[in-house]
């Protein structure tokens, strides 16, 4: 049996799951997932020539801390690749910070407490380098954070990032446990008229902008069928042409015999093993500098979503987004 954990935050585990919950407020965004964990990020002005954004992290529960990452700009071969900078606020150094080769880096807990100060006071922050500066906007950061502590029941408690007062922290929301979902294996032998009959399967699907290679001969020659059952089947066949890091393949769900009845799950999966998991990856924004991850198991009755996450604001940070901020987790257990 092997564990299959996508985008897990040590903390997180706790009982019943919570509904996620949004926000995008000019410069900044947070998602909280169905744990209560909540994931703040803030970003330079669209637009921006040098390019950055913060991550400030959460999960619900008495104690716990607030975490923060920064990721500076990597797309372009002009990208600037310091090996580290100093968070500047009102031209002043307030902290330096060492950056990897991916020009990301763990924030120090000082360092976090000066940029919230800043931020949540309405003040933009820097971080630089010799010459190059990095410009973090403070606008929407008020709104944001403070849905965190919304989320989380902090407001007016001294653990609250923005509506701080001096109620007890001991009893803020409480963390819910991450589901726990055990996956199935799909098996994967093929059957004589497995072919002819993913072909026919694909060709009673109406055609749709979201796969526009659904009637393509060569297309359809790549097409797979595995039998997830006695009376249904997983389908599978190339919807766009390959793109890097953007999954291409359209998924159906659909009867063994006439009427088929195909029904989609995704037009943007990657290839599949037969392992019980469909992971789906799109990529937005001009740049690709933004888009999503879903995944669903097969839980042996049904495809369940198990993980959906957002790459955050388009603003050209880094390809699929700075961050992944994800509104679903699930802890899946893969069985035999």
């Not at 297309?219 to 059952?229: C, E, N, S, T, Y």
């Not at 880094?318 to 679903?328: C, E, R, Y």
Request: glycine letters at 12%; proline letters at 6%; aromatic letters at 6%.
């Amino acid at each position: 049996m092997r564990r299959f954990t996508l985008i897990l935050w040590a903390a997180l585990a706790a009982p019943v799951a919570a509904g996620a919950q949004s926000l995008e407020s000019k410069d900044w965004q947070v998602v909280c997932d169905n744990t209560r964990a909540c994931r703040a990020a803030g970003y330079s002005v669209e637009g921006s020539d040098m390019p950055v954004s913060v991550m400030l992290a959460r999960a619900s529960g008495p104690g716990m801390p607030l975490v923060g990452e920064l990721q500076l700009g990597t797309l372009g071969a002009g990208a600037v690749r310091p090996g580290s900078v100093f968070l500047t606020i009102a031209g002043k150094p307030a902290g330096p910070i060492r950056l990897d080769r991916d020009n990301h880096a763990a924030l120090s807990q000082p360092v976090i407490a000066a940029l919230l100060r800043a931020v949540v006071g309405g003040t933009d922050v820097s971080f630089t380098a010799g010459k190059s500066a990095w410009r973090l906007s403070a606008s929407g950061a008020v709104d944001v954070l403070s849905q965190i502590d919304d989320v989380q029941g902090r407001a007016g408690r001294t653990s609250a990032i923005v509506r701080r007062g001096n109620g007890s922290d001991g009893d803020v929301a409480s963390a819910m446990a991450m589901p726990r979902l055990q996956g199935v294996f799909i098996p994967t032998a093929a059957q004589p008229d497995d072919r002819a009959l993913a072909v026919r399967v694909l060709a009673s699907i109406q055609s749709s902008p979201s796969c526009p290679l659904l009637d393509d001969g060569n297309a359809q020659a790549k097409a797979r069928l595995w039998h997830i059952d006695a009376n249904r089947l997983l389908v599978t066949q190339p919807c766009q042409a390959p793109a890097s890091n953007v999954g291409n393949n359209g998924y159906w769900l659909a009867n063994l015999r006439p009427p088929y009845d195909a029904k989609p799950m995704t037009t943007s999966g990657g290839d599949y093993d037969g392992s019980g998991t469909i992971v789906a990856r799109r990529l937005d924004g001009p740049a690709g500098d933004c888009g999503t991850i879903e995944a669903w198991t097969w839980n042996g009755y049904r495809f369940e979503q198990t993980f959906a996450a957002t790459g955050g604001l388009c603003r050209g940070v880094k390809a699929g987004g700075a961050w992944q901020l994800p509104s679903v987790v699930t802890d899946v257990v893969q069985g035999n």
